[in-house]
């Protein structure tokens, strides 16, 4: 089995990959009460429909053709906005507690965008209370903000596993990431000493939007790790394996 840590796309053909599909909450809030859009944009439809629940309310228990995707769900600090973020956040509490929902995010810290950098820490903190209270991992969006999220690792002590996605960083700075605890998530573009230079126990890969097919990405890896893709395959297996049996919550939302 092949994993897609994060996309924006549901994976085309057999069932030989398994993935995870980012939600945005705006993709829940505009869809929940409408009729079924079309198209194949994710969708609260289409989360519906390839999940195998009722609609609505969403029940996570998913099943049918489609057992092999999952979601993830968070906001990404791109679309902060002020307005309406508790809300948004209820409502990413309440799903992060489904079943087929295997892990909050993306979010995140990014100092190349025009949110406001002290909203996105709010933004980022509640995020990790709610994957500690859902006993969930974070998949977490970075730019330009590794210190402030070495910070908030240290200051929160997560129970839980933190990935960063879509890592492209130099190989000093991933050793200072994995020695932290972070695991890694590569997709079409990454440093490939970085790749090299990383214990295979703590990395993922990940199509995210570029629309390329995963097993080309674990072809590429596989290379430039000088390794069979078999035994990429069985790692990244067991790594999954690992990461994503659930491990208890801490039972409150305070640290
Ligand atoms: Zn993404």
Not at 153 to 170: D, L, M, N, V, Y
Not at 218 to 243: D, G
Request: charged residues 25%; proline residues 6%; negative net charge.
């Amino acid at each position: 089995m092949y994993y897609d840590l994060h996309t924006h796309h549901f994976p085309e053909g057999n069932g030989d990959i398994c993935t995870i599909v980012n939600v945005s909450t705006k993709d829940l809030q505009e869809n929940l009460l409408l009729p079924p859009p079309e198209g194949d944009r994710l969708t609260h439809d289409n989360f519906a429909l390839k999940s195998g629940v009722s609609y609505p309310p969403l029940e996570g228990a998913g099943g049918g053709n489609n057992s092999n995707i999952f979601y993830s769900i968070g906001i990404h600090p791109w679309h902060i906005q002020k307005d309406n973020i508790e809300k948004k956040l209820d409502l990413i509490e309440k799903y992060a507690l489904f079943p087929h929902v295997k892990a909050i995010g993306e979010c995140g810290l990014d100092k190349c965008c025009k949110t406001d950098f002290e909203l996105q820490k709010e933004v980022f903190s509640s995020h990790i209370s709610i994957s500690e209270k859902a006993g969930k991992p974070l998949i977490i969006h970075c730019v330009k903000s590794f210190d402030e999220l070495i910070s908030f690792k240290k200051e929160s002590r997560p129970a839980q596993t933190w990935i960063i996605h879509g890592f492209r960083g130099k190989p000093q700075q991933a050793k200072q990431l994995i020695k932290q605890g972070f695991y890694l998530s590569f997709g079409m573009n990454y440093n490939e000493q970085s790749l090299q230079n990383i214990p295979i126990e703590r990395m993922f890969f990940e199509t995210d939007d570029s629309g390329c097919d995963i097993r080309i990405i674990y072809e590429n890896a596989a290379k430039t790790l000088n390794t069979p893709e078999k035994n990429l395959i069985r790692q990244i297996e067991q790594n999954v394996n690992s990461v994503f049996t659930p491990k208890s919550p801490k039972g409150d939302f305070g640290f």
